[in-house]
């Protein structure tokens, strides 16, 4: 009988993502708990792309906000939740970590099933502050902060990395994402490098993308810097998962660099062994 937990480990491990490997170093109470928010994540994100209806994926997401809020009032069903809530509760997260934050988090993704355009940066960065930065805050909480208020550095550092990281996802999937007819990058950005919306589409490569996705880099740098100049020393420590994800996505970011950002056709990643080289990088000497 699969129990909550082992059913969030495997929504976990099934995804691949880079986030596993900054789980590994974690005390048991705290990876209980990140693992179980990272299911949850997992569980509404693929509820959009996995859809092929997306009238079957609304409904889906009117599921999850059903379930989330009556998670919180005491009533959880679904195997996520079940796994969730006591694993926050035994971290002493209760009512810090709220049903707000999972809520935000699917209205983020509920914006794929409706937009497929960013008109400018304000723009994306609303997009990209619910589905990475909430995600972001309530991953340090779980990691630990000495200060848990909303407007505490560590949690402004969390959010500001969030963003850092989802804006490297989104250089990386361009052209996946264009599969999907999405575009991501701004229209005023593509606008004023003179890329067109349909060579995108198309995979169509130029040096004027180059230096479109060259801009957005740079703005992705930015992000990492701004991020760990907020995270203060007494925290350092707790913090070190975060810290794991920003090596392993700004080498990440540099690897799409170095490729020229050859993404239209190909998506780049890093090997797992060297994810887990960066994650240890930082486990061992911080």
Not at 70 to 82: K, N, R, S, T, Y
Not at 94 to 102: F, N, Q, T
Not at 223 to 233: E, G, K, N, R
Request: glycine share 4%; aromatic share 10%.
């Amino acid at each position: 009988m699969t129990t909550p937990q082992t059913y969030v480990q495997e929504k976990a491990a099934a995804s691949g993502s880079s986030f596993y490997y900054a789980f590994l170093f974690l005390p048991k109470p705290k990876r209980a708990a990140i693992t179980a928010f990272y299911a949850f994540c997992r569980e509404v994100d693929d509820a959009v792309d996995e859809a092929i209806d997306p009238g079957v994926a609304a409904t889906k997401l009117a599921w999850w906000r059903k379930e989330v809020s009556e998670a919180f009032a005491g009533q959880p069903h679904h195997p996520v939740m079940l796994a969730l809530l006591p694993a926050l509760a035994a971290l002493g997260l209760s009512g810090i970590v709220r049903a707000e934050h999972l809520l935000q988090i699917i209205e983020g993704c509920e914006m794929d099933l409706t937009q497929t355009r960013y008109l400018d940066q304000p723009n994306l960065e609303r997009y990209c502050h619910l589905v990475a930065g909430v995600v972001g805050e309530v991953a340090a909480l779980i990691f630990g902060q000495a200060n848990q208020a909303a407007d505490a550095p560590t949690t402004a550092y969390a959010h500001k990395l969030g963003q850092a990281l989802q804006l490297t996802n989104i250089l990386r999937d361009v052209g996946e994402d264009a599969r999907k007819g999405r575009i991501y990058l701004p229209v005023t950005e593509l606008q004023k490098f003179d890329v067109k919306a349909h060579e995108v589409l198309n995979a169509i490569d130029s040096e004027r993308f180059a230096a479109l996705m060259q801009d957005q880099a740079i703005k992705a740098h930015q992000l990492y810097d701004a991020a760990l100049a907020l995270l203060p020393a007494e925290d350092h420590r707790a913090q070190k998962s975060g810290l794991m994800m920003a090596a392993i996505y700004r080498d990440l970011l540099r690897e799409i660099e170095r490729s020229n950002f050859q993404v239209l056709n190909q998506r780049i990643s890093l090997t797992p062994l060297r994810k887990f080289w960066l994650a240890w990088k930082v486990q061992a000497f911080g």
